[in-house]
């Protein structure tokens, strides 16, 4: 498969002024046998000159798009085993816009605008590139511990739209923002829902789940805050497969964001393509 | 260049939700229940001890079930498994992988998951006879869950006519 | 007769072989652990075909101790099989493995000088193979090595 330019396409939509908020890339990989948790400092220091902020959070537990049957009842693995997963960390950049999310199974990225309204999206093209770097970064540190390159087995992209609906001359009706919304009098004050639809790949096979979630609540939220993401297994377990896997992702990920919000919202964010 | 398409438009999707949008559990990968069905307990017990078998378990080198390999396993179980069903075994393999297996009149069923995304399944029946038939699976397990499904076919019709 | 070392890969890594100096009539031993023991449809508790498969790892074989090393080093076969943890075990002989179209090699480490490695494909024909060649060495009480 050919891999995917990083400069941008001239296919894909494009905003002026798009509601985004936050965009996470990240890759789920087997954890190396050689990592123990004492090493936490040593991987922190791989990026700490540019995160030099630090925070611990619960850990997220392994995530994988499985098909073939409907889903049944989530069943619940409790991950007080010892050494089996520890906090994630954050190293967080000077202005705290940036995040790296680290543990021994997983590497994200996060840019995120709100605790710098200011602050511009750096855009996909060069944020994959940092992302990639970081990955070949961390993988080169497992193979002074051990030889072991990442087996990266699960890829995530995600973009988070806040939309507010509050304020001067904005429609404060969902189905004003997203085209499949459709209520009749009256709008409900709050809702929340997520719609999953599998990816395939041209040959028909599922590669994974596109997420389109919803939340609007005009009292706390000030708005509706819109996610899409795409989740999967890429198709090999390298560092390049699994970029591949996300710079796709983003395509469909920017087609589906014009296609499940109207016009009248391309028209307030500026849509240029 | 490969092209990815979802699998359902937004006009299907638009006639799909229309004023009727569900509240579904918010999305994540941390989503935690209580089990409901009696086999998840079970099934949770045993792989929380494989989880904490010591190096050398298996008289060699055998190292603990891995913790990927386990949530991967129970992530198939959710997805072919039905509520109801015998609780299936689980056995450990040397290097952190296990096998989940049905020893039933209809079938013996086996998948042996050596990582996540690498599985291998096998079933015999009388059809196939004791050799069976085995395939290599990665994300998709709809034949596993027809062959569940027709393994315990014979149980629900025996208790659809008792009742 | 002490073995010659086995032949390495780049790694280190003992490399699929059939050690000559394991003779036909030698005894190639398999622990069994309690964790590999199922129920059969009948509820007889028999071995898993999990026991009977190659670990997966690199140049992936079947974990045996070698029982004319054990013996040559003057140690007591069942004792040493059940050592420092107990498991049952079972026994082959290596001539039959090879007739089976298994290699039958040496993979000495320094927690057991006297491992072995059996290397072949482990399909289900296979691995009945196997079950059908193996008796028991330190039989686990109640527990069949053949399926019904």
């Not at chain 1, 996470?24 to 990026?47: H, K, S």
């Not at chain 1, 967080?92 to 590497?107: E, T």
């Not at chain 2, 579904?24 to 989503?31: E, G, N, Q, R």
């Not at chain 2, 994300?139 to 025996?158: S, T, Y």
Request: glycine share 8%; net charge negative; hydrophobic share 40%.
């Amino acid at each position: 498969m050919m891999p995917i330019s990083t400069i941008r396409s001239d296919d894909l939509p494009d905003f002026e002024n798009p509601p985004l908020n936050e965009v996470v890339v990240g890759v789920q990989f087997a954890p190396p046998q050689a990592y123990q948790l004492i090493r936490a400092g040593e991987v922190w220091r791989l990026f700490a000159s540019e995160f030099p902020h630090v925070e611990e959070h619960p850990p997220i537990m392994p995530a994988f798009e499985l098909f073939g049957g409907p889903p049944g009842p989530p069943i619940s693995l409790g991950i007080n085993v010892q050494g089996a997963l520890h906090n994630r960390l954050w190293f967080l950049s000077p202005d705290r816009d940036q995040i790296i999310q680290f543990q021994p199974d997983r590497l994200l990225h996060n840019w995120r605008k709100s605790l710098s309204p200011s602050n511009e999206y750096p855009r996909f093209e060069s944020m994959i590139a940092r992302f990639e770097k970081e990955l070949t970064t961390l993988e080169q540190y497992f193979m002074s511990l051990s030889g072991e390159r990442l087996l990266c087995n699960q890829c995530e992209i995600s973009y988070i739209n806040h939309i507010p609906m509050t304020g001067g001359d904005l429609p404060n009706r969902a189905g004003a923002w997203l085209r499949f919304l459709n209520f009749g009098e009256p709008e409900p004050d709050d809702l929340s829902g997520v719609i999953r639809r599998v990816v395939r790949s041209e040959s028909g096979a599922p590669v994974g789940r596109l997420n389109c979630e919803f939340v609007m609540d005009t009292r706390s939220l000030g708005g509706l805050v819109l996610t899409l993401s795409i989740r999967g297994a890429p198709a090999g377990a390298d560092i390049a497969t699994a970029i591949d896997f996300l710079k796709r992702g983003r395509q469909l990920l920017c087609v589906e964001f014009a296609a499940v919000t109207t016009d009248m919202a391309h028209k307030i964010w500026g849509r240029v393509r | 260049m490969e092209v990815w398409r979802p699998s359902v438009g937004i006009e299907r999707l638009r006639a799909l939700t229309g004023a009727n949008v569900a509240s579904h559990s918010a999305f994540s990968s941390c989503v935690v229940s209580a089990p409901v069905v009696p086999w998840h307990k079970a099934v949770t017990d045993r792989l929380e001890q494989l989880l904490k078998l010591s190096k050398g378990w298996d008289g060699y080198d055998g190292v603990a079930v891995r913790f990927e390999n386990a949530t991967f396993a129970i992530k198939v179980l959710e997805l072919v498994f039905p509520g109801h069903g015998p609780i299936p075994q689980i056995v450990p393999g040397a290097t952190g992988d296990l096998q989940i297996e049905w020893h039933m009149d209809q079938a013996d069923i086996e998948i042996h998951v050596l990582g996540p995304y690498r599985v291998q399944a096998w079933r015999a029946t009388a059809a196939t006879g004791r050799d069976g038939e085995e395939v290599r699976l990665t994300n998709d397990f709809a034949i596993v869950a027809r062959w569940i499904n027709e393994m315990l076919e014979p149980r629900r019709a025996a208790h659809t006519t008792a009742a | 007769m002490p073995l010659t070392l086995p032949p390495l890969d780049p790694n280190g890594q003992v490399l699929p072989h059939d050690h000559e100096g394991i003779g036909s009539d030698d005894g190639v031993i398999r622990r069994i652990s309690e964790q590999q023991i199922v129920q059969d449809k009948s509820g007889n508790r028999r071995i898993s075909s999990m026991a009977f498969k190659a670990s997966g790892g690199d140049n992936s074989g079947m974990s045996v101790d070698l029982e004319s090393l054990i013996v040559e080093a003057g140690k007591d076969p069942r004792l040493y099989v059940t050592t420092p943890r107990w498991t049952g075990s079972v026994r082959f002989t290596a001539g039959k493995l090879r007739a089976a179209k298994f290699l039958v090699g040496y993979d000495p480490s320094p927690e057991n000088p006297c491992h072995g490695e059996v290397w072949g494909a482990f399909g289900r024909l296979q691995q009945r193979q196997l079950r059908n060649l193996a008796t028991w060495f330190v039989e686990i009480p109640g527990v069949a090595i053949v399926a019904e």
